[in-house]
Each structure stands twice: as structure tokens, then as C-alpha cells.
């Protein structure tokens, strides 16, 4: 279990060897998903006065989804799309590594507090754009980082409108004030 907590805290320091770490270890996956789970469980928890206890339910699995949804357009983005040379990577490595770009996610638990919740989801949104640019340049195998932020940024706008699609088919979206 320390362990598990010590790569959470790494990886919310941003160390790119704890992403190449998870990159490698195969066993990581479940630690991985229960980071995702752990990052929407606080989403859900730090927005209950707006979303209520549903709110937690449905954060946690648009988390999960979201998840595979971004592990696979980058994985396709990534290797086929914008690779270099040296690019070599499946979709278990990048589920892994983008799991636990979710650990900043945890502060998200935070927005109970009246009068904060904007700043902290705010904040923890750019801390985890930031973890997921070097978990991808690490899975990857990217030398550089601007590439690794131009896959982030193409996946995450595909990711928005496939989530916002599944949303408006189930007829979940919150409705215009």
C-alpha cells in the first residue's frame, strides 16, 4: 500500500521516471484504475452541492470512460498519427501511465469547501493536462515535449465530444440555465 501511495504522490510531482516506471510494470494497472476511480470519487465528493451523491456515481464512471476514451485516441494519435522514430507503445502502457496522471485529480476533494470549488477543479484540471503531457511523452518515447502536448491536446478535444455525445444519448446533460 505504500507504494501505492508513494507513486500517487510522484506522479503528482510530475517525476517522469515514475511514469516510465508504470510504463513498465504490467502489474500497475489496477493501481492505475484505482487512481482514476480515487480522482472521481473526489471530483464527485469536492462538487456534491451540485451534483449530489448521482454526482459521485457519475463522475466516477465519466472518469473511467474518459480514461479508456483518452488511452486509446493517444495510443492512436500517438503511434500512428504523430510518431517519431523511436515511438513504440501499446494501450496497456498508456492506460497505465495515464491513470496515474489523474493523482492530481485528488485535490478536487477540496471543492467541498464553500467558495473554493471553481479554483480547485481549475487547478487541478491544468495539474493533470500537465501529468498527462509527461506520462504521454514518456510512454511514448518522445524526445521532446511539444509533440506529447499536441497528442494531449487533439485526444482531449476528441475525448470532450465523444463524452459530450454519449451524455446528450443518454439524455444526461445538465440542462441550459
Known amino acids: 500500500m505504500s507504494n501505492f501511495i508513494n507513486r500517487i504522490f510522484r506522479a503528482a510531482r510530475l517525476d517522469a521516471h515514475l511514469y516510465e516506471e508504470v510504463e ?4 500497475a494497472m489496477r493501481q492505475a484504475m484505482l487512481v482514476v476511480v480515487l480522482s472521481g470519487v473526489a471530483a464527485g465528493v469536492g462538487s456534491i452541492s451540485k451534483g449530489g451523491p448521482l454526482g459521485i456515481v457519475l463522475g466516477t464512471a465519466t472518469a473511467l470512460v474518459g480514461w479508456y476514451i483518452w488511452a486509446f485516441l493517444t495510443y492512436l494519435i500517438g503511434t500512428k498519427l504523430l510518431p517519431e ?6 494501450i496497456g502502457e498508456l492506460l497505465r501511465t495515464i491513470g496515474f496522471s489523474s493523482s492530481p485529480g485528488l485535490i478536487r476533494v477540496l471543492g467541498i469547501i464553500p467558495g473554493i470549488e471553481g479554483f480547485v477543479f481549475s487547478a487541478a ?35 470532450i465530444a465523444i463524452i459530450l455525445t454519449i451524455f446528450s ?3 444526461i446533460l445538465p440542462k441550459p440555465a
Open 169 to 171: 444519448f443518454l439524455k
Open 125 to 159: 484540471t491544468i495539474w493533470m493536462l500537465v501529468a498527462m503531457v509527461i506520462a504521454v511523452r514518456q510512454a511514448l518515447d518522445y524526445k521532446g515535449t511539444l509533440r506529447a502536448v499536441g497528442v494531449c491536446v487533439i485526444g482531449w478535444i476528441i475525448q
Open 85 to 90: 522514430p523511436q515511438t513504440k507503445s501499446d
Open 24 to 27: 513498465a510494470d504490467k502489474g
